[in-house]
């Protein structure tokens, strides 16, 4: 199964090949913090983004690990991508953005990205 996510507008879309998540990460960090995002975590295999690149600017920032993407038009962050702690290229799911997922049933656990 699989489910998809997209930014208010529609010009940043995607679908992500695995299962619906139950559980979702809150941050704490600089940037999470304001954003309000829940995230889920894949690899690159698993994404596959339907919309242009060109629709996306990039913010990053401190390390630049993270490549914080945003829509254009709308402003939404849908998705992220960086790399991991061991060195893997992963992509973040913001599930708020995210398709059939009932965001009061997810399980959220804190994560202390500011003490990072
Ligand atoms: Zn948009």
Redesign the pocket.
Known sequence: MSFRGS??????AYTVDEDPPTEAMACNCSICRRKGALHHFTTPERFRLETSRGDIRTYEFNKHVVRHHF?T??G?APFAEGTGPGGQAMVEINLRCAEGIDLEALKVKPFDGASL
Do not use: A, E, F, R
Request: charged share 10%; aromatic share 0%; hydrophobic share 10%.
């Open positions: 930014c208010h507008c529609g010009k940043v829509c038009t709308c939404c």
